[in-house]
């Protein structure tokens, strides 16, 4: 199903380094990461590599020490603007990880996000969703599976910071090299009542997906401003270098029930 209210981001110039990231309304999605366009057997892609720490000076400060998460994202802000809360909002998209060193267990890898400002003042939380991946050791094994999630963060008043509030993992591990057609639902609550659903098919664009799991209860964070898409590859300072591609990246977005 079609969501309204759809942003289309679409990749000019796919198999050159001259493409650019834009919305639907050719507004350009500027990000100061290095990303690559190319088109294969599934389509035109954008690629986005960690190979680097993050650029961002708040980040820097905030961190120090070198500690600051590995990022290369496209961060879509302008969408943000208008009321989002208590909305359906989708994200659909192909995706590819690319072959590489298993992550390491316990330090995040997300793969896209919405994300929220804080109000004045107030310092930035973990998004209010977050889609990427979870790393499992084997029970009496070194042996490592990776799984995708998709969760979100609420605010945890005992700690003073924000945590995870319910994470759904997909029924299999991923395939590193597989192509993937994923589909997010998120509803935030601003701290009340929200939603999380995730599917997910494999093999082309446009399969078949299965429900991988459902989540009605808080979501988000009281007080923050609107949400707004972020996708690519944003990571913990301590993991391991991680490549994806992403096809037809899409947010829709409908009215409240």
């Known amino acids: 199903m079609i969501l309204g209210d759809e942003q289309r981001l679409i990749w000019p110039g796919a198999g050159n380094a001259g493409g650019r990231v834009i919305c639907a309304e050719n507004r350009p999605a500027d990000t100061p990461y290095p990303v690559t366009f ?31 998460p590995k990022r290369a994202m496209i961060s ?26 298993p992550q390491i267990p ?36 070194q042996a490592v599976d990776e799984f995708f999630f998709l969760d979100t963060n609420v605010w945890d008043p005992v700690k003073e910071k924000g945590v995870s509030g319910h994470r759904i ?38 399969a078949d997906t299965e429900l991988q799991g459902s989540y009605d209860g808080p979501t988000g964070y009281e007080g923050f401003g609107s949400v707004y898409p972020a996708f690519g590859v944003y990571q913990h300072w301590g ?7 992403f096809y037809d990246w899409r947010e829709a977005v409908r009215p409240a029930a």
């Open 239 to 245: 993991q391991r270098p991680l490549a994806a591609r």
């Open 38 to 68: 190319g088109e294969d057997k599934y389509g035109a892609f954008v690629r986005f590599e960690t190979e680097q720490e993050d650029k961002s000076r708040n980040e820097r400060q905030r961190y120090g020490n070198g500690r600051s």
């Open 169 to 206: 993992l997909s029924k299999r591990p991923l395939e590193r090299g597989a192509f993937y057609a994923v589909r997010l639902l998120f509803v935030d609550g601003r701290g009340g009542d929200g939603r999380l659903e995730f599917r997910l098919g494999q093999g082309k664009p446009g």
């Open 106 to 141: 316990n330090l995040f890898t997300v793969l896209s996000q919405e994300n929220a400002g804080p109000p004045k003042g107030k310092d930035y939380r973990p998004p209010p969703m977050s889609f990427g991946i979870d790393a499992i050791s084997r029970p009496r094994s």
């Open 76 to 101: 879509l802000e302008s969408l943000g603007n208008v009321r989002r809360y208590g909305r359906p909002i989708e994200h659909r998209f192909g995706l590819v990880v690319e072959a590489g060193a």
